[in-house]
């Protein structure tokens, strides 16, 4: 079970996050909760291998919104550059950020 | 709490428009201002916009996200903004988009909440300074202005004259007020909507005027308007175009005209409201001028003024001090051969320890038109009713004296028994005093007038109708108003004998009084010319230079001995 505890350890900056939900532990971790449900489902990697550039960045731009909120650093890091090169329409191979989200993802899924 | 306590505007939470569709911040807005506001949530702009339509007037703010799908925020904000039903409301836009916030706060927006958030307390701090702060703005909105025109009311347009005197010490500034000549007849003619819709149209082109030349305006009253702009010389011009398209649609007519005052180059050094006031005098000197609808401020006008607000502070004082004194002119009976004397009228003077003697011409208007005419006219009553008592007593004469009543007086509803209490104190009979009531308070509320009349004629006093024919009265009132005297206006007298003498109109009157049997009486004769037509012409009783002068107390006691001594010119109950 998701814990404040756990995600501190998992790196996430708990403070930051509580502080933006009136400091209610219960109302975070539902919401790490659903993101980490929407970060799972693959909508980032199907945006991204439609080719379509615009759908890529609104996807990788709503995700990296969520996790900034909830100050889920370990995923922000990756998710923030990879929106960035994506807004930048900068071209690329951005395979190893993504593996990274999606590494990041799992290990909070796990926790 | 019982159910009324609760009933305040304090106790309801605002509202508030979460135009966001992101659950993730949807949550976490709601657990930061969720406590303190009512938090509706619209996932798109498509939606946002209905419920804005639908719930504008119960909303307190709206939070925007500007990355929505479907219709942009930035098209929302645009939207709400450009209607102005709703653009007084407060948005807040919320991006991670930091270039975003100029193009934002340009449109309108009142405020940024970057992306991520800030912690909930400092949000919501944030929203309740800025609803806060709305709600000021809202009520200066709503106060400041008037609901009608959108033009400032006068307590916030004296307020900003006297900043642009600030800015603009020495630039040299028109002080203007200007209204609709007889508007009560507009709205009863074409009705209220008719009426608002020219105010509307006239403020529309006052605003017009002032973003071009500068200036401010503001509607000071129901058809009165205020301007105060830099110093022009083409009046005219300016009364034209704050007169373009007044027109009453689908009446065919124009006759909506304005009239205007001008104090111009106002002196900076008195009160902005004064200078107004000053305004407003000279707008009253063209009052009815069709052709000279522009009136000017002169120092004769503050001379006057002056002088009146000398009168009225001096008013208690000159009653308390009898500076008030009674003339009588006398008037005589013309039927027989010889003329007699019948009875006087009692006319006011105002012996000013300053100013010598005042004109009754200078201060009886102004006592008209601010109500002290009636406590004179009750010192004027009661001074003759001491006068016809000491006569009696002292010189045995009974002299009928007939005194003014002002229109304000027949409201009064102690009249009838304020009368009685004079007629009683000074011993008199009712007849002995005859009560002149002008014609043309006939003509207003004339039922109860007339009642008012009736009840003081049926307890014995004489009523004699004064200025008749001045053009106010209905030749029908005539059989029904209970009148033993119809005193002709002086200015028919006047007119007839003036240049090429024309009396038929004199004539017609009189015979028209005869008609009725009542008796006729002709004021301010003076020659022999007019005492001969009118004696010719049937008038019984006549007064006037041609007999006399008015005459203070003591003069006119001698003028009514030397009578007595010719017998044959009096023909009065003398002795009792």
Known sequence: ?111 | MNENNSFRISEEKRRVLLIEDDIICQEMMKASIGDTYDVIVATSGEEATGIIRAQHDTLSMILLDLNLPGIKGIDVLKSIKSDPEFSHLPVIVMTSDNEAEVECLTLGAIDFIPKPYPASKVILARILRTVELSEDRETLRLTERDQLTGLYNKDFFFRYAAQLDLYHKDAPTDAIVFDVNHFHTINDRYGKAAGNEILKRIADNAIAYVSEAGGIVCRSGADTFMLYCRHIDDYEALLARLSANLDVEGSGENHVRLRMGVYLDADKSIDIERRFDRAKMAADTARDHLTAPVGFFDHSMREAEILEEQLIDDFSTAIREKQFVIYYQPKFNVKNDKPYLTSAEALVRWKHPKLGMVSPGTFIPLFEKNGLIQKLDYYVWSETACHIKDWKERLGVSLPVSVNVSRIDLYDPDLTEKFLQIAKTGGLDPQDLLLEITESAYTEKTDQIITTVKNLRDLGFRIEMDDFGSGYSSLSMLSTMPIDALKLDIQFIRSAFKGQKDTRLLEAMIGLAKSFEVPTIAEGVETDEQYSYLKAMGCDIIQGYYFSRPLPVDEFEKYIVLKLKSEDDLCLPLKN
């Open chain 1, 1 to 111: 079970m998701l814990t404040i505890e756990k995600l501190k350890v998992y790196g996430a900056d708990t403070a930051k996050g509580l502080s933006r939900c009136a400091n209610n532990e219960a109302l975070y971790l539902r919401l790490v909760d659903i993101t980490v449900r929407e970060l799972s489902s693959g909508s980032l990697g199907e945006a991204l291998a439609s080719g379509d550039p615009e759908r890529a960045f609104e996807a990788a731009h709503k995700l990296k919104g969520s996790v900034s909120n909830l100050a889920l650093t370990p995923i922000e890091i990756p998710l923030s550059e990879l929106t960035e090169l994506l807004r930048s329409r900068t071209p690329g191979d951005h395979t190893a950020l993504y593996d990274e989200i999606v590494r990041k993802t799992n290990e909070l899924a796990s926790l």
